[in-house]
């Protein structure tokens, strides 16, 4: 019998002060006898948080701390680099996304483990096996191996901007079209479809909006239980695609128009509010119930109409109609009923007035 081998992240903690946060990292260091570490940050406000947890771990052992300046390729670079002369035995990024991604595909080049500690939860890169580089003017999404440990600072990202926390909801919430999507890719026996990876992804979607949205009539909180239950389909996401060996599970016709809008109109919002829109638009070509999401989508702050992220419906119509073109081989419904021009105005105008 063939058994796959895949990693999944071996410590989870949610912190409710810096002091626990700085405990938990400590003590799993402990545990795995680390005696050699190092902190990636970027600039801005994250960098005190990095300081301050460099400044308490290594009253134990060796660290460094290495402040870089923007997630691109030659950053990833610049710490292969630094990680080759320094020989860290862990490396930890600090973030909200953009360096978080530097630092774990710098660590899966260098081969060191990266423990990931995530400063808000706007998308599902706090813990999957993809980095989302930059790379000139194109985004290339690069795999890397799965975080080995993440250490989530709850008192940060309760504290994040709400819209971040949003935009995560919208990300999670995307698994539901990619996995349709992933399916008519597998009936037209273009893909492997993986049960396991599927059901996976499909849970940990359904794990905020089912339970969420049966109850739900006025505008959801963030609170503390919120944000755990988001965070864990965020890692769940990321463990669907290890599970796959690709992000497909999460990652379908929705991400295609997010990926055309920020070719077309140089990324007007977040990511997972772009995704919203995409999401809105898959399910209803997939014949989902898309006007029970656009319910919930108000409910959790992500926008509900395209002129919500200042584009007009024009711009929308011609980011459906790009979208195709963003990821050439990953077949979606937007292939299946090969949309053009004039349906893709048909669909704006039956979604928006
Ligand atoms: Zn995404």
Same mark, same amino acid.
């Given at each position: 019998?063939?058994?796959?081998?895949?990693?999944?992240?071996?410590?989870?903690?949610?912190?409710?002060?810096?002091?626990?946060?700085?405990?938990?990292?400590?003590?799993?260091?402990?545990?795995?006898? !680390? %005696?050699?570490? @190092? *902190?990636?940050?970027?600039? +801005?406000?994250?960098?005190?948080?990095?300081? =301050? &947890?460099?400044? /308490?771990?290594?009253?134990?052992?060796?660290?460094?701390?290495?402040?870089?300046?923007?997630?691109?390729?030659?950053?990833?670079?610049?710490?292969?680099?630094?990680?080759?002369? !320094? %020989?860290?035995? @862990? *490396?930890?990024?600090?973030? +909200?996304?953009?360096?978080?991604?530097?630092? =774990? &595909?710098?660590? /899966?080049?260098?081969?060191?483990?990266?423990?990931?500690?995530?400063?808000?939860?706007?998308?599902?890169?706090?813990?999957?096996?993809?980095?989302?580089?930059?790379?000139?003017?194109?985004?290339?999404? @690069?795999?890397?191996?799965?975080?080995?440990?993440?250490?989530?600072?709850?008192?940060?990202?309760?504290?994040?901007?709400?819209?971040?926390?949003?935009?995560?909801?919208?990300?999670?919430?995307?698994?539901?079209?990619?996995?349709?999507?992933?399916?008519?890719?597998?009936?037209?026996?273009?893909?492997?479809?993986?049960?396991?990876?599927?059901?996976?992804?499909?849970?940990?979607?359904?794990?905020?909006?089912?339970?969420?949205?049966?109850?739900?009539?006025?505008?959801?909180?963030?609170?503390?239980?919120?944000?755990?239950?988001?965070?864990?389909?965020?890692?769940?996401?990321?463990?669907?695609?290890?599970?796959?060996?690709?992000?497909?599970?999460?990652?379908?016709?929705?991400?295609?128009?997010?990926?055309?809008?920020?070719?077309?109109?140089?990324?007007?919002?977040?990511?997972?509010?772009?995704?919203?829109?995409?999401?809105?638009?898959?399910?209803?070509?997939?014949?989902?119930?898309?006007?029970?999401?656009?319910?919930?989508?108000?409910?959790?702050?992500?926008?509900?109409?395209?002129?919500?992220?200042?584009?007009?419906?024009?711009?929308?119509?011609?980011?459906?109609?790009?979208?195709?073109?963003?990821?050439?081989?990953?077949?979606?419904?937007?292939?299946?009923?090969?949309?053009?021009?004039?349906?893709?105005?048909?669909?704006?105008?039956?979604?928006?007035?």
């Amino acid at each position: 019998m063939y058994l796959r081998k895949i990693s999944v992240p071996s410590h989870l903690r949610f912190a409710s002060s810096f002091k626990e946060l700085s405990d938990n990292i400590d003590e799993v260091l402990c545990q795995n006898s !680390y %005696k050699r570490f @190092l *902190i990636v940050s970027g600039r +801005g406000s994250v960098r005190r948080v990095a300081k =301050k &947890l460099f400044d /308490s771990l290594s009253k134990r052992r060796k660290g460094e701390l290495l402040v870089l300046e923007a997630n691109s390729m030659a950053t990833v670079k610049d710490l292969a680099d630094f990680a080759k002369k !320094y %020989k860290p035995e @862990l *490396i930890i990024g600090t973030g +909200g996304g953009k360096i978080l991604d530097v630092a =774990k &595909l710098g660590a /899966s080049k260098s081969k060191i483990p990266f423990f990931s500690v995530p400063t808000q939860v706007s998308h599902d890169g706090i813990s999957s096996p993809v980095a989302i580089i930059k790379d000139g003017n194109k985004t290339l999404s @690069l795999g890397a191996a799965i975080p080995k440990g993440v250490f989530v600072p709850l008192y940060l990202v309760k504290k994040a901007s709400a819209r971040s926390t949003s935009s995560g909801v919208g990300d999670l919430l995307s698994n539901i079209t990619a996995v349709r999507d992933w399916q008519l890719a597998a009936e037209k026996g273009m893909e492997e479809y993986d049960d396991y990876a599927a059901i996976v992804a499909h849970t940990a979607a359904n794990s905020i909006y089912t339970s969420y949205n049966n109850y739900a009539s006025s505008k959801i909180d963030f609170t503390e239980d919120f944000i755990i239950r988001l965070v864990e389909g965020l890692i769940l996401s990321g463990v669907a695609m290890e599970i796959s060996g690709n992000s497909r599970p999460c990652s379908g016709s929705e991400h295609k128009i997010s990926h055309a809008i920020d070719a077309l109109f140089n990324s007007p919002a977040l990511h997972g509010e772009q995704v919203a829109l995409g999401i809105l638009i898959s399910l209803y070509l997939q014949g989902g119930d898309y006007e029970k999401m656009r319910k919930f989508f108000s409910l959790v702050g992500l926008p509900v109409h395209p002129k919500e992220i200042g584009l007009t419906k024009t711009q929308l119509v011609e980011a459906v109609c790009y979208a195709p073109q963003t990821r050439p081989g990953r077949y979606t419904i937007l292939e299946k009923k090969n949309i053009k021009k004039r349906q893709a105005v048909e669909i704006v105008n039956n979604l928006w007035d």
